[in-house]
T-cell receptor, first 115, second 112 residues
């Protein structure tokens, strides 16, 4: 069974500071990994994905994430936080070999950006 | 290309009633998945349909069911509603060549 752990349910950063949101996964097969962002009263928007190509993945809005197999991690970073980045972020894993696109999500990390 | 659409956006129902939610995937996407989002349990997988067949199902009671039509549109039904069914129900369609799932805005269901 797959699982995702997001460390920190709330993270606060100052505007212009580095954003680091942590995600660790558990999977018995090579995983596909995703980061999504959710703004209030909206659905989820795909930020980036890892599907066994480059381990450093670049996404939208200057977000990027690095897949580290040895650490079973897929942390999300952004060099400089903007006020518009305030939202909830979800890490998700999909089993690449299951013949299904089911996503297993972490509990989410709410990001606050302080002006 | 139009995104995933869900109707209705908001619903208020009474305990014991049933409800049907609708989802139209992105054109060309044959897989539709449904998720329930609550503050307590987070995002939980309900089921996935691919070419009109249920391919996978999450750990939910039989009151939750779904179907997919030949045009890939999907519906989910919840019978005998309980207060705990109050949630945001999200539909996602998958671009099968990339495993990317695109979510709709959700249907906010409130059970009173």
């Amino acid at each position: 069974a797959q699982s995702v752990t997001q460390l920190g349910s709330h993270v606060s950063v100052s505007e212009g500071a580095l954003v680091l949101l942590r995600c660790n996964y558990s999977s018995s097969v090579p995983p596909y990994l995703f980061w999504y962002v959710q703004y209030p009263n909206q659905g989820l928007q795909l930020l980036l994905k890892y599907t066994s190509a480059a381990t450093l993945v670049k996404g939208i809005n200057d977000f990027e994430a690095e897949f580290k197999k040895s650490e079973t991690s897929f942390h999300l970073t952004k060099p400089s936080a903007h006020m518009s980045d305030a939202a909830e972020y979800f890490c998700a894993v999909s089993d690449s070999g299951a013949g299904s696109y089911q996503l297993t999500f972490g509990k989410g990390t709410k990001l606050s950006v302080i002006p | 290309k139009a995104g995933v659409t869900q109707t209705p956006r908001y619903l208020i129902k009474t305990r014991g009633q049933q409800v049907t939610l609708s989802c139209s995937p992105i054109s060309g996407h044959r897989s539709v998945s449904w998720y329930q989002q609550t503050p307590g349990q987070g995002l939980q997988f309900l089921f996935e349909y691919f070419s009109e067949t249920q391919r996978n199902k999450g750990n939910f009671p039989g009151r939750f069911s779904g179907r997919q039509f030949s045009n890939s549109r999907s519906e989910m039904n919840v019978s005998t509603l309980e207060l705990g069914d109050s949630a945001l129900y999200l539909c996602a369609s998958t671009r099968t060549d990339s495993y990317e799932q695109y979510f709709g805005p959700g249907t906010r269901l409130t059970v009173t």
